[in-house]
Nanobody
Framework: QVQLVESGGGLVQAGGSLRLSCEAS????????LGWYRQAPGKERELVAT???????NYADSVKGRFTISRDNVKNTVYLQMDSLEPEDTAVYYC???????????????WGQGTQVTVSS
């Protein structure tokens, strides 16, 4: 059973930065892809960034050039460095892990508690 613990969210002014962390236990971390997602109030959860077990990354157009996803297979942790934050980035951010197809499609029954990111203008 995978356990996901997201942290690092907070309140930041537009243009600022935050670094999110997600520790995953109970999974074959190093063998799986990882993804960061976000859900804003009244909106569906959306995929923000993915990283494969080989380290290849992909980003939603809305965050490309501003966010960076990385992983530490020793610490079983995935990170999301968020720079040049905008009010539109305000959301609860979640991570998840599994096959690359599952990560891209968000095909998971279990989600962690997420971490709130609020960007003020």
């Amino acid at each position: 059973q995978v356990q996901l613990v997201e942290s690092g969210g907070g309140l930041v002014q537009a243009g600022g930065s935050l670094r999110l962390s997600c520790e995953a236990s109970g999974s074959s971390f190093s063998l799986n892809s990882l993804g960061w997602y976000r859900q804003a109030p009244g909106k569906e959860r959306e995929l923000v960034a993915t990283i494969t077990r080989g380290g290849s990354t992909n980003y939603a157009d809305s965050v490309k050039g501003r966010f960076t996803i990385s992983r530490d297979n020793v610490k079983n942790t995935v990170y999301l460095q968020m720079d040049s934050l905008e009010p539109e980035d305000t959301a609860v951010y979640y991570c998840n892990t599994g096959s690359h197809l599952a990560v891209v499609r968000g095909l998971f029954h279990y989600w962690g508690q997420g971490t709130q990111v609020t960007v003020s203008s």
